[in-house]
């Protein structure tokens, strides 16, 4: 048996005497599309920080394609193979938009110092490659237009966009979007999901957390239910829809 | 409308001010007491005095407001690919020698001086204005580099040209370990301890006995120092050495700016824990920046001993790190023009201010404060702190 995609298990992390997160688990066997939804204050983004390792989480494991990630520096993570968008985007915002994903081109580019002072012929073929790649992934989320732009300048939508272009730069197997949706009219949730669905079909395992239920239904193949921190449901969108403690937690005792 | 808020802080400073210029201060030691006087007279004077300054600061201003009717310079755009050609960079060092040829004793050292300036601001501008991170005690690492060199000398042959990597190299890695605990840590730790490690240091080389001199510092021995050849002066080949180390270390960071490590740089400017989810390791990046800083100071402290002959603590002084930093901001932050433009004039304008109107040379400070505030009010992001990226893409390389 090979080992999963994707595994994190029994991941737990308390400020103080609050339990952000208790004993999550979820699992991505191949490159699949899960969503985690709960109710604001849920720990869902602190989840995803544990597994960045922007939190060190007290307990619990986190495992990429056999890797083991606990207690890495988050650029670590991100050299292993999981990037992340962040809920409230967090772009470069005074760099260009090809900068923006040039910069997640970072660990590919093995340039030296030296290199770029005596611009050696390897290092502007390096370079024009990074360009090259950069190029490609703001044409697949659509910002070719806008690459010489500022980022503070992008609309919101192109904003998300921008930012899963960074993270796709960073050649991830796995991609944490923290609310893709969030703030987003029907016609830019519809150009998500058929981006989402490309990311996916890169061989790139997508987990989400989002609030917008036609988003997580359309996409995703398992759901994983937190509420104050703890899983209380997990399973196909079909079969969370139905299922009464999840109601209960989103709209409360006898709805 | 902010030419006219300039104008009013400028018209405040002066009214706040007034009461102590028209006072004439009469310590009497013997009884301990202060008496303030009124002298209408030497007011006035201040007043007339100040009208050159005046005029130089509207002039100023007036050129900025109006930038955009002035004819323009070449486009940045075409720069940058000037700035692609092999030949650019010798042509660029020839360009400034010439000038070194037919100038005085006086202009050449002044230019020898801007150039060390330059060096100074533009290596600054990798942490403070690229990074982001804050250092109030640069002046430190320029000590370094001259000390260095100093006291090797005195024990080894090492001419100036020999020390120049040597300079470098102490005081990289003194940059490097003061960084390397302060910069594991986030926000302007390191503004702090920059500027305790500066006036510790300065102590250190005031108490440093026979190998730093004391107060009285080191004479370089005159194998050693920065001497005429060829028929040329010894500050003639001063600026030069200035000017082509200057040109080449300014390459050299537009350079590393223009790489993924400059990216990185900026990067965690604009936000650190992006910068670290996207795989920049934030850590080991600042201390490379901090320690490259440090080097170019050293760089710029070697040509300074060589030219001067001398080094002494004062090498070693706050208002030499206020200096800098303010060069830096005032051409704009992360912008390597900026901090060149930046260099020169606040190098050149006290220069100009004491050689130009010597009666008004107890207000030197002050004039140079109310120029420094009148910039930043009309342009807050430095003189050349815009669209940075803009032009830098326009005419990237492919």
């Known amino acids: ?255 | 409308m902010k030419l006219k808020t300039s104008l009013l802080l400028t018209g405040f400073v002066l009214l706040l001010s007034a009461p102590l210029l028209w006072g004439r201060l009469d310590p009497d030691y013997s009884l301990g007491t202060v008496a303030l006087g009124l002298d209408l007279a030497r007011g006035l004077e201040f007043f007339r005095n100040l009208l050159p300054a005046i005029a130089l600061g509207l002039l100023f201003a007036g050129l900025l407001r109006f930038r955009h009717r002035l004819p323009r310079l070449p486009r940045p755009a075409r720069l940058d690919q000037l700035k692609e050609r092999s030949w650019a960079i010798p042509a660029l060092i020839a360009l400034l020698w010439l000038p070194g040829l037919f100038l005085g004793s006086k202009g050449l050292s002044q230019a020898t001086f801007a150039a060390q300036y330059v060096l100074l601001a533009v290596g600054l501008n990798i942490t403070v204005g690229m990074a982001g991170i804050l250092v109030l005690g640069y002046s430190a690492y320029f000590a370094i580099g001259a000390y260095v060199f100093a006291v090797l000398q005195q024990w080894i042959w090492l001419p100036w040209w020999m020390a120049l990597p040597v300079g470098f190299a102490a005081s990289a890695l003194m940059g490097w370990l003061v960084a390397l605990p302060s910069l594991r840590l986030r926000g302007d730790y390191l503004a702090i301890v920059t500027l305790g490690f500066a006036e510790a240091l300065r102590e250190i080389l005031r108490n440093g006995g026979a190998i730093t001199g004391g107060d009285k510092g080191i004479v370089i021995a005159v194998p050693h120092r920065i001497n005429g050849i060829l028929g040329l002066t010894s500050q003639q080949v001063a600026w030069m050495a200035a000017a082509a180390v200057a040109v080449l270390g300014v390459a050299a960071i537009d350079r590393i700016y223009h790489s993924r490590l400059g990216r990185a740089w900026v990067a965690i400017r604009e936000d650190e824990v992006a910068a670290g989810a996207m795989g920049i390791p934030t850590v080991r990046m600042k201390i490379l920046a901090f320690s490259l800083s440090a080097g170019f100071a050293g760089l710029s402290g070697v040509l300074y001993a060589g030219f001067t002959v001398f080094v002494d603590p004062s090498a070693c002084t706050f208002e030499e790190s206020v200096l800098v930093l303010a060069m830096v901001i005032l051409g704009g932050l992360g912008s390597i023009p900026g901090s060149i433009v930046g260099a020169i004039l606040l190098f050149l304008i006290p220069t100009w201010l004491r050689d130009w109107f010597p009666q008004m040379q107890d207000y030197r400070l002050l004039i140079f404060g109310m120029i420094l505030v009148a910039v930043m009010l009309t342009r807050p992001q430095g003189l050349l702190g815009s669209n940075r990226h803009k032009a830098e893409l326009e005419g990237a390389p492919e």
């Open chain 1, 1 to 255: 048996m090979t080992a999963p995609l994707f595994r994190a298990s029994g991941l737990t992390k308390s400020f103080g005497g609050l339990a952000a997160v208790q004993g999550v688990s979820l699992e991505l066997p191949t490159a699949t599309i899960q969503a985690v939804i709960g109710p604001n204050g849920a720990g869902k983004t602190t989840f995803f920080n544990c597994l960045t390792g922007i939190y060190r989480p007290d307990a619990g494991q986190v495992e990429l394609a056999g890797q083991n990630l606990s207690g890495m520096a988050p650029h670590q993570v991100c050299h292993a193979g999981l990037a992340r968008t962040f809920q409230n985007i967090r772009l470069f915002p005074e760099m260009t938009v090809l900068e923006n994903v040039l910069a997640g081109r970072f660990a590919h580019l093995h340039t030296t110092l030296w290199a770029a002072v005596l611009r050696t012929p390897a290092y502007r073929e390096a370079e024009a490659h990074a360009r090259g790649i950069a190029r490609e992934l703001l044409d697949f989320v659509g910002l070719s237009r806008h690459e010489k732009q500022w980022a503070r300048n992008l609309p919101y939508g192109l904003q998300r966009r921008l930012e899963i272009a960074r993270a796709l730069a960073t050649e991830p197997k796995v991609l944490l979007l923290d609310e893709p949706g969030a703030g987003m009219n029907p016609n830019e949730i519809d150009t998500l999901i058929g981006l989402v669905d490309q990311v996916r079909a890169r061989d790139v395992g997508v987990i989400l957390i989002e609030h917008h239920m036609k988003l997580v239904m359309e996409l995703a193949e398992r759901i994983l239910v937190l509420e104050h921190g703890e899983p209380i449901a997990a399973g196909t969108p079909a079969e969370i829809r139905d299922d009464p403690r999840v109601i209960e937690a989103y709209l409360g005792k006898g709805a």
